[in-house]
């Protein structure tokens, strides 16, 4: 069966630190990859998508950036945080069967910037 | 483009009582939909659904039928639990390779 995995599940950071959050994924091939970010109490926002190693597509122009240097892990990073950045972050996996493409979520990473 | 609207929150409910939250979708072509439970603390989790019209997808007494005529998708319990207090997001999917489309999510609180 497949598995997804992230980590760290919290962390706190400074403004200005840099930042990297990893995803992996077990027990599937070539799987489209998602990172989202969910501030408190508000919905879900797309940050990145991929669906392949290197592929990335950015959703929202922001201080993040995405890698996939393999199938099945994908990592979310940034240089330098805002506090805006704050959050909690979910990576998901998806492989197409038929007309249906749904998701899998990992457990999330809570972000907090001071 | 594509989206989807659900009724904004939060809902507060008895226990046992009847739950609906409404989803309604705009695609452009014969999109799959799904309806994810979010508990506190943690990731989503598909709950249900249903890949084309007239299909009912169900799941723990949760249901919602795929309504074309209606472009709707809506969620309903007969009598729900303290333990279904979570947040639930509807989402579609266009067949091909493009990330779902998510509502803002509906927060469901129910007391016993």
């Known amino acids: 069966s497949q598995t997804i995995h992230q980590w760290p599940a919290t962390l706190v950071q400074p403004v200005g630190s840099p930042l990297s959050l990893e995803c992996t994924v077990e027990?599937?091939?070539?799987?489209?990859l998602y990172w989202y970010r969910q501030a408190a109490g508000r919905g879900l926002q797309l940050l990145f998508y991929?669906?392949?190693?290197?592929?990335i597509s950015s959703e929202v122009p922001q201080n993040l950036s995405a890698s996939r240097p393999q199938d099945r892990q994908f990592i979310l990073s940034s240089k330098k945080l805002l506090l805006s950045d704050s959050g909690f972050y979910l990576c998901?996996?998806?492989?197409?069967?038929?007309?249906?493409?749904?998701?899998?979520f990992g457990p999330g990473t809570r972000l907090t910037v001071t | 483009g594509n989206s989807v609207t659900q009724m904004e929150g939060p809902v507060t409910l008895s226990e046992e009582a009847f739950l609906t939250i409404n989803c309604t979708y705009t695609?452009?072509?014969?999109?799959?939909l799904f309806w994810y439970v979010q508990y506190p603390g943690e990731g989503l989790q598909l709950l249900l659904k249903?890949?084309?019209?007239?299909d009912k997808g169900s799941n723990k007494g949760f249901e919602a039928t795929y309504r074309k005529e209606t472009t709707s998708f809506h969620l309903e319990k007969g009598s729900v639990q303290v333990s279904d207090s979570a947040v639930y997001f509807c989402?579609?999917?266009?067949?091909?390779?493009?990330?779902?489309?998510f509502g803002k999510g509906t927060r469901l609180s129910v007391i016993a």
């Open positions: 998901a996996w998806s492989v197409g069967t038929d007309s249906s493409y749904e998701q899998y």
């Open positions: 027990g599937t091939s070539n799987p489209n």
């Open positions: 991929s669906v392949g190693i290197g592929q």
């Open positions: 695609a452009t072509g014969y999109p799959s």
């Open positions: 249903a890949t084309k019209a007239d």
């Open positions: 989402a579609l999917s266009e067949p091909g390779n493009t990330p779902l489309v």
